[in-house]
T-cell receptor, first 111, second 113 residues
């Protein structure tokens, strides 16, 4: 099966700084990589995703990069704001319809 | 637009009691459906997924079971709850095609005492 590793487990940044979260995956056949934001007591919310035919995707302050050769992908948040504070999960699609998730990164943006 | 519902939102049950959590999806047809469990401060563990009515794949052997009696209804059950079953249970759906996006419900907080 797939194995997704996520780092760091916690990340604290000053408001306005950038935050980077990295994930690696094991199955070279994986071709879809979503990122989720989870606020306390709520279900995860899809914030951005990338497919294997693309190296980078941006949506306002959020970007995701994918390196298929190295089998890793990263989430980049620029100009962080206090409302970006949450737990972020990466995931990889395996075997067409199963998603495997990283262990999560707790992001704290200090005002 | 599509929406996903879960109930109840919270549940406190004694050890050894039965469990039934329900998930329904609106606004789509033939979705893939998923049950995940999230222990406190931990990641998401895939429990079951279903690609169609009556088709259930189990990822983790345990005392839980899942059923899909209708296209957009997914039920998580147990005959006898264990303390270790406590957690945050999340239902999710994705489109029927490989690589379709996956969306989560609001979750059910289960506490087994």
């Amino acid at each position: 099966g797939e194995n997704v590793e996520q780092h760091p487990s916690t990340l604290s940044v000053q408001e306005g700084d950038s935050a980077v979260i990295k994930c690696t995956y094991s199955d070279s056949a994986s071709n879809y990589f979503p990122w989720y934001k989870q606020e306390l007591g709520k279900g995860p919310q899809l914030i951005i995703d990338i497919r294997s035919n693309v190296g980078e995707k941006k949506d306002q302050r959020i970007a995701v990069t994918l390196n298929k050769t190295a089998k890793h992908f990263s989430l980049h948040i620029t100009e962080t704001q206090p409302e970006d504070s949450a737990v972020y999960f990466c995931a990889a699609l395996y075997n067409f319809n199963k998603f495997y998730f990283g262990s999560g990164t707790k992001l704290n943006v200090k005002p | 637009s599509q929406t996903i519902h879960q109930w109840p939102a919270t549940l406190v049950q004694p050890v050894g009691s039965p469990l039934s959590l329900e998930c329904t999806v609106e606004g789509t047809s033939n979705p893939n459906l998923y049950w995940y469990r999230q222990a406190a401060g931990r990641g998401l563990q895939l429990l079951f997924y279903s690609v169609g009515i009556g088709q259930i794949s189990s990822e983790v052997p345990q005392n839980l079971s899942a059923s899909r009696p209708q296209d957009r209804q997914f039920i998580l059950s147990s005959k006898k709850l264990l303390l270790s079953d406590s957690g945050f249970y999340l239902c999710a759906w994705s489109g029927e095609f490989p690589g379709d996006e996956q969306f989560f419900g609001p979750g059910t907080r289960l506490t087994v005492l």
